[in-house]
């Protein structure tokens, strides 16, 4: 079955592939917008400059759909298409495993969550239009089968769905504790996350990657040898997490934060606040090691907790003190 899967999704992509280059470029930019790294470009402005409480629910669910997709890849332990078909190009460099797609999960939980929270027609058939582009491009691109899309979609509506149902439960729990014992909480619960993805990695690592797997890829992508058992991506998830999470109870602890004002007041929220996640993310990646062995781990967790810890507490107290922002109301 599953190899029925492969084939007749190879053969897809084959097909897809050869329409064309100006077919294929157009997809390279629609694939753009489902990247990791596109959210954490967007959701800290959506979070400074447009709504707050949006902007905030964004970030938890993209930081929680982003640990599971990256738990659920080790657990499936399956290739994309151009790792064991030599015919498929991968038109982008992928070096985690394929199922499910980070995309096609990605874009099902935060343009669900935008259209569930604006509640307008017309934003969710922009929000269902670009979930299926967006998957669709990573078929066309050869890095996935479309039994990892559809996976994608699955729990991408599965973590939606979840955090939906336990927002509330969970915040009013939350607000009977200190500030002190919800960041210990945080930690805590940070750990166990790392230490059972450690778990499922020393496992798949006994497993081990077939070399076909690497070879294949690398006549795709030369410069990108693939690595997908390594930890690096999920402590950034979940090291993003942890300090989001705490700096967003302490400063709604002390009054809030509220993303309204004028434009040039918001354009500057924005500059400033991403002048100092680029310091944080990139400067400290320059100077913290990058070594798989446990200091190296460690200091990934604070890198990132620091990037989190600044989005939704230090840029925001740092607008209040300046009157760039206003408290909610």
């Given at each position: 079955?599953?190899?029925?899967?492969?084939?007749s999704?190879i053969?897809?992509?084959?097909?897809?592939?050869?329409?064309?280059?100006?077919?294929?470029?157009?997809?390279?930019?629609?694939?753009?917008?489902?990247?990791?790294d596109?959210?954490?470009?967007v959701?800290p402005?959506?979070?400074?400059?447009?709504?707050?409480v949006?902007?905030?629910?964004?970030?938890?669910?993209?930081?929680?759909?982003?640990?599971?997709?990256?738990?659920?890849?080790?657990?499936?332990?399956?290739?994309?298409?151009?790792?064991i078909?030599?015919r498929?190009?991968g038109?982008?460099?992928?070096s985690?495993?394929g199922a499910?797609s980070?995309?096609?999960q990605f874009?099902?939980?935060?343009?669900?969550?935008?259209a569930?929270?604006?509640?307008?027609?017309?934003v969710?058939?922009?929000?269902?239009?670009?979930?299926?582009?967006?998957?669709?491009?990573?078929?066309?691109?050869?890095v996935?089968f479309?039994?990892?899309?559809?996976?994608g979609?699955?729990?991408?509506?599965?973590?939606?769905?979840?955090?939906?149902?336990?927002?509330?439960?969970?915040?009013?729990?939350?607000?009977?504790?200190?500030l002190?014992?919800?960041?210990?909480?945080?930690?805590?619960?940070?750990?166990?996350?790392?230490?059972?993805?450690?778990g499922?990695?020393?496992f798949?690592?006994?497993?081990?990657?077939p070399?076909?797997w690497?070879?294949?890829?690398l006549?795709?992508?030369?410069?990108?040898?693939i690595?997908?058992?390594?930890?690096?991506?999920l402590?950034?998830?979940?090291g993003t997490?942890?300090?989001?999470?705490?700096a967003?109870?302490?400063?709604?602890?002390?009054?809030?934060?509220?993303?309204?004002?004028?434009n040039?007041?918001?354009?500057l929220?924005?500059?400033i606040g991403?002048?100092?996640?680029?310091?944080?993310?990139q400067?400290?990646g320059?100077?913290?090691?990058?070594?798989?062995?446990?200091?190296?781990?460690?200091?990934?967790?604070?890198?990132?907790a620091?990037?989190?810890l600044?989005i939704?507490g230090?840029?925001?107290?740092?607008?209040l003190?300046?009157?760039l922002?206003?408290?909610?109301?």
């Amino acid at each position: 079955m599953l190899e029925f899967l492969f084939e007749s999704s190879i053969a897809m992509s084959l097909f897809l592939q050869s329409l064309g280059e100006g077919v294929l470029k157009v997809f390279e930019y629609i694939s753009l917008l489902g990247t990791e790294d596109f959210y954490f470009l967007v959701m800290p402005g959506l979070f400074w400059s447009v709504d707050a409480v949006l902007g905030l629910r964004v970030g938890v669910v993209l930081m929680y759909t982003v640990t599971a997709n990256t738990l659920l890849k080790w657990a499936f332990h399956l290739p994309r298409p151009y790792w064991i078909d030599t015919r498929v190009r991968g038109l982008v460099a992928e070096s985690t495993f394929g199922a499910p797609s980070g995309h096609s999960q990605f874009n099902a939980s935060i343009y669900g969550l935008i259209a569930h929270a604006l509640r307008r027609r017309w934003v969710w058939v922009l929000a269902i239009v670009l979930v299926f582009l967006i998957s669709f491009s990573r078929i066309v691109l050869g890095v996935h089968f479309y039994l990892d899309v559809l996976l994608g979609w699955a729990f991408g509506i599965l973590v939606l769905w979840s955090f939906l149902r336990w927002e509330k439960p969970v915040l009013e729990w939350l607000k009977g504790r200190s500030l002190q014992a919800n960041i210990i909480l945080l930690l805590v619960f940070s750990i166990v996350l790392l230490a059972f993805g450690a778990g499922i990695l020393g496992f798949q690592e006994r497993i081990g990657i077939p070399e076909e797997w690497v070879s294949n890829a690398l006549l795709s992508q030369p410069e990108e040898v693939i690595d997908p058992l390594k930890l690096d991506d999920l402590i950034t998830s979940v090291g993003t997490f942890f300090g989001f999470a705490a700096a967003a109870l302490w400063l709604y602890g002390r009054g809030g934060y509220s993303a309204a004002g004028p434009n040039w007041q918001r354009g500057l929220r924005f500059v400033i606040g991403m002048l100092g996640v680029l310091v944080l993310w990139q400067g400290l990646g320059i100077i913290f090691p990058r070594n798989a062995d446990l200091i190296s781990y460690m200091l990934r967790f604070v890198r990132y907790a620091l990037v989190g810890l600044w989005i939704a507490g230090g840029a925001p107290w740092l607008f209040l003190r300046f009157g760039l922002a206003k408290p909610s109301e």
